[in-house]
């Protein structure tokens, strides 16, 4: 494995990672982080302790080529699964899909529940509850940086909010494919780093996978640089607009309506009437 940070990302099949992009790695690692969205730890031994606890975890649950699998479907788009299905899409026997299943809740990656109202015996249903993992050597907590800044920005008020939306459309500004004709079209640059966006009518986006979930949890403020940021890759195609963060919409998710801007800069509609095709 590269000595540089590699993630589990959710959306592992639009992007191409596969199991082959997964060579033995146990002996190479030396700090695994599983980022949870729950507020860091700053006291060394207990934070030393929960590092090393995270790494267990990670090394238990991805060690085994069959369980990490499993795992990785999950993550690919987040649906319940019975343990029926995960047998079926892994290629394995019931049983052996159940032992990794009940595996990966014990190591806190899973949850499970009984599905009733269908005839005989409730199926037992597995849902994806942990964060995105994050893979890292040597060790490195961005999550604390970006935590660290928002709260200041959020401490200043009105004048800390704006900053921090201006920093995300200047980094859309970079990112913006003016040839974009529709609103998915121009937002492509911000799925292709990983977020993943549902474009519906009136203006609306949903994000299904936030990039900045975890920290945006915890400082609401980031949720400005995101509307920032897809204003940003918006402005130089006929579907700019000004963009209004609704905030979160489940564990990974939020949401942004776009305004329509008329031709002197200003806002004029309260939907916006440009293209809301796919590509």
């Known amino acids: 494995m590269s000595r540089q940070s590699s993630s589990f990302l959710t959306s592992t099949q639009k992007r191409g990672l596969t199991l082959s992009n997964w060579p033995a790695f146990r002996n190479e690692l030396t700090t695994i982080r599983l ?9 060394c031994a207990g934070y030393a302790g929960r590092v090393a606890t995270d790494m267990e975890r990670a090394l238990g649950a991805l060690r085994d080529f069959t369980r990490r699998d499993i795992l990785l479907r999950f993550y690919a788009d987040r649906k319940p699964r019975s343990v ?48 995105p993992v994050q893979i890292s050597h040597p060790m490195r907590r961005y999550d604390v940086l970006a935590e660290a800044l928002a709260k ?6 009105d004048g800390g909010t704006n900053a921090i939306r201006q920093a995300g459309r200047a980094l859309g500004l970079t990112l913006a494919r003016p040839e974009a004709r529709s609103v998915t079209a121009a937002l ?3 799925t292709e780093m ?12 949903d994000c299904s996978n936030c990039l900045f979930a975890e920290v945006c949890r915890r400082t609401p403020v980031i949720c400005s640089f995101h509307a920032g940021l897809l204003e940003g890759v918006l402005e130089r195609t006929p579907t700019a607009a000004t963009v209004e963060a609704l905030g979160h919409r489940d564990p990974n998710g939020c949401a942004y309506v776009m305004h329509r801007r008329s031709r002197t800069g200003s806002v004029d509609d309260p ?5 809301l095709t796919r590509g």
Do not use: C, D, N, W
Request: net charge negative.
């Open 152 to 157: 200041e920005f959020q401490r200043m008020g």
């Open 188 to 190: 492509e640059p911000v």
């Open 84 to 131: 029926e299905q995960v047998s079926r899409e892994a290629g394995v026997h019931r049983s052996v899909a159940f032992e990794h299943l009940e595996r990966l809740v014990s190591l806190g990656y899973l949850e499970s529940e009984r599905r009733r109202g269908f005839p005989g015996k409730p199926a037992k249903i597995y849902r994806l509850t942990a964060g």
């Open 194 to 205: 990983g977020g993943e966006y549902e474009v519906g009518p009136a203006g609306a986006i």
């Open 35 to 43: 980022i949870s969205g729950e507020s860091p730890t700053y006291q």
């Open 271 to 275: 939907t916006l009437t440009a293209p």
